[in-house]
């Protein structure tokens, strides 16, 4: 799901259906799907985002999707 605007994300993160969550890794956003128990696909953009994104790989709770220098998807297989 990719909406413009504002979204219930707690209601939406605690439905049956959700497997994983794609973030940009901003503390709420993270606080709330730990909460619930979601994987988080990490995508930090900047500031404290990036750390964050580590901490959730570190803890077990997620993965940071890679990117290059220009912040395209990259893959690690080659």
């Given at each position: 799901?990719v909406?413009?605007?504002?979204?219930p994300?707690?209601?939406?993160?605690?439905?049956?259906s959700?497997?994983?969550?794609?973030?940009?890794?901003?503390?709420g956003?993270?606080?709330?799907?730990?909460?619930?128990?979601?994987p988080?696909?990490?995508?930090?953009?900047y500031?404290?985002?990036?750390?964050?994104?580590?901490?959730?790989?570190?803890?077990?709770?997620?993965?940071?999707?890679?990117?290059?220098?220009?912040?395209k998807l990259?893959?690690?297989?080659?």
């Amino acid at each position: 799901m990719v909406l413009e605007k504002w979204a219930p994300q707690a209601t939406i993160l605690q439905h049956t259906s959700i497997g994983g969550f794609v973030s940009h890794c901003g503390w709420g956003s993270l606080t709330e799907s730990m909460k619930f128990g979601v994987p988080i696909i990490a995508m930090p953009m900047y500031h404290d985002q990036p750390i964050n994104a580590r901490i959730v790989e570190h803890i077990g709770m997620g993965v940071e999707a890679l990117r290059d220098e220009n912040g395209k998807l990259q893959s690690e297989e080659k």
